[in-house]
């Protein structure tokens, strides 16, 4: 008979024969499988990615936004059949309001939206596709939380993963089955909860002035506002580079111009110039009602009459070549409203700084509606003479608050002429200078002295690119934003009596909420790649049946023997001739 060691030793780590196969590679095989077998190997097992979760605030008790926050749940594409308590994957140009419902309406954990990247351009058929979906998803409340993910190669690469999964919902019971066995899903895993009511929301109005010539209390007064925060789908890419970046930009820029004319007396005009970057202009113009509220405050206690001449408002100023301004009531030609109006209308129809079209758009105020479509309506409610610049002639335009409104889409050189139309127009009204056959700005004296080191275009440029570099949603504008300090900085340069405003809500009625965890960065969004529950029972049946069978082959080690040696031909296979324990068997049988 063969010694035991020569028997296992000819059975379990012969590697040529059907046991060896049995007990050596087999297992081999099942352990690598997972890792080299795999149809996706370029797809990792983990992975990390940037998640920017939708906006979310409340504003006069209404709420707005994605409620919730917490996702941890297998993800699949949008169009696959069973979505129920499933995350949804889908990209930004399929994504329609009617679809939306209808994810909302199958039961989805979450929605994970694949949007371009805002480092490029976007075509105008994406911006148009996706125009409704903002303004109606921006104008109420989202029950499931809602994520956006910048577009990136390896976003993509995940993305064909998980749509190159066979949806076999409509296949045969066995092919069902099959699938539910064999097929990788991934599970996406943010892991923050629900986020709490922020009790510091707050928001910070800059303002500043030039005193004109003349006794400061006795001089008319021009006020020069634009609000500098962004809206969009998610709190952290709003850009807002359009609306209102390049409103900040104008008023920056007639902040300087004005300073230098303001400087010396000979050039210091009878009006008192204020300006004013006005916080919450997407919250319902927070910061321009916080102005008005204590500009009458401040008006009733020194019991004198209002002494504002105009109100102008600037936004979205940075495309086309078209001008409007929008007034709640069309002003007379002999008020400051009316005079800045036949201004423009004659240097637009000559064409003094480049072609322009301009034209006064006329809206009644809606009084049976806390919102109002544009800023200068705050104004013009309070009765204090008011208009709005810009290049939208509709306040619905979903350009106003969209997550495509990114620096690439500004024109620099619509800032430059708005810019060149609106200041020459003022300083002719303050300096009383109607006759726009003569010249009235010297730009060699406005660029010496300490300007001369900025060429217009390239303060525009630095400018710009700063604002659209960090995200403005209101939520994220603290008191120590870059943004907010550099415009403070800037004003105190510049501006005399500069004073930063805290607009706090009512702790009673707050006009408007914030919450715990926007952040312009993104949240850590990790993405497992797994199996299905049902995958581990099959591989833990074949396990017991593979410990079965080898149990089996020990327990009865001596019959399997016996019978071995009885069949010559299957001596032959499972013991090889070349071995030393077949020579032997050989030489005792013959």
């Not at 916080?279 to 008006?299: F, T």
């Not at 200068?376 to 350009?399: D, I, M, V």
Request: aromatic share 12%; charged share 20%; with cysteine.
């Amino acid at each position: 008979m063969f010694e035991i060691n020569d028997i296992f030793d000819t059975f379990l780590f012969r590697t040529t024969t059907i046991t060896g196969f049995l007990f050596y590679w087999l297992p081999i095989i099942c352990i690598l499988s997972p890792t080299y077998l795999s149809p996706f190997t370029f797809v990792d097992s983990t992975q990390e990615f940037k998640a920017f979760r939708m906006a979310q605030f409340d504003l006069y008790g209404q709420a707005f936004g994605s409620r919730q926050a917490f996702v941890s749940s297998e993800v699949r594409l949008w169009s696959h059949t069973n979505l129920n308590r499933k995350a949804a994957l889908i990209r930004l140009e399929k994504l329609t309001i009617e679809r939306f419902r209808s994810l909302v309406s199958k039961g989805i954990s979450g929605l994970f939206v694949v949007i371009p990247s805002t480092n490029t351009p976007w075509i105008d058929e994406r911006k148009s596709e996706i125009c409704d979906l903002e303004t109606i998803l921006l104008g109420e409340s989202v029950p499931i939380p809602v994520y956006f993910l910048p577009e990136t190669q390896q976003m993509n690469d995940l993305y064909k993963s998980i749509e190159s999964r066979r949806d076999s919902t409509k296949d045969s019971a066995l092919a069902v089955i099959y699938d539910m066995i064999t097929a990788d899903g991934y599970q996406l895993s943010v892991n923050t909860g629900k986020y709490n009511q922020r009790t510091d929301s707050v928001l910070y109005n800059i303002g500043g002035k030039l005193v004109g010539h003349g006794i400061e209390e006795r001089l008319p007064k021009i006020l020069l506002v634009t609000h500098y925060d962004a809206m969009s789908l998610a709190s952290g890419l709003a850009q807002g580079a359009d609306s209102n970046a390049s409103g900040v930009l104008i008023l920056l820029k007639l902040i300087r111009l004005f300073s230098k004319l303001y400087a010396k007396q000979t050039t210091r005009a009878k009006y008192n110039l204020h300006f004013l970057f006005a916080a919450g202009g997407k919250l319902n113009y927070q910061g321009s009602k916080k102005w008005i509220d204590d500009y009458h405050d401040q008006k009733q206690q020194q019991q004198l009459p209002n002494d504002v001449d105009v109100v102008v408002c600037l936004d979205s100023l940075g495309q086309s070549n078209q001008l409007y301004m929008h007034v709640s009531k069309p002003p007379k030609d002999t008020q400051t409203a009316g005079i800045l109006r036949e201004l423009l209308t004659q240097l637009s129809e000559k064409s003094i700084h480049g072609p322009l079209t301009f034209e006064q758009v006329h809206k009644k105020i809606l009084k049976t509606s806390d919102f109002v479509a544009w800023e200068h309506e705050k104004y013009s409610w309070s009765k204090l003479p008011a208009f709005t610049f810009s290049h939208l002639n509709s306040s619905k335009s979903c350009s106003h608050s969209s997550i495509s409104d990114i620096r690439d889409d500004v024109d620099l050189a619509s800032i430059e002429r708005n810019y060149q139309y609106i200041s020459d127009a003022l300083i002719r009204l303050i300096f009383n200078k109607t006759d726009i056959s003569f010249p009235i700005i010297d730009q060699n004296y406005l660029l010496s002295d300490q300007q001369s080191d900025y060429d217009q275009i390239t303060f525009t440029k630095q400018w710009l690119t700063f604002l659209t570099n960090y995200s403005r949603s209101p939520s994220l504008l603290t008191k120590t934003h870059p943004v907010v300090l550099a415009l403070e900085q800037y004003a105190h340069r510049y501006l005399a009596n500069v004073l930063k405003t805290t607009i706090r809500p009512n702790k009673k009625d707050p006009e408007f909420v914030f919450f715990d965890g926007d952040d312009d960065q993104g949240r850590q969004l990790y993405v497992y790649r797994i199996k299905p529950a049902i995958f581990d029972l099959v591989l833990a049946f074949f396990i017991a049946a593979y410990l079965g069978l080898v149990y089996m082959i020990a327990a009865h080690w001596s019959t399997i023997i016996s019978l071995l040696l009885r069949y010559k031909s299957l001596t032959n296979i499972f013991l090889s001739p070349s071995s030393s324990q077949y020579a032997a068997y050989k030489r005792k049988t013959n």
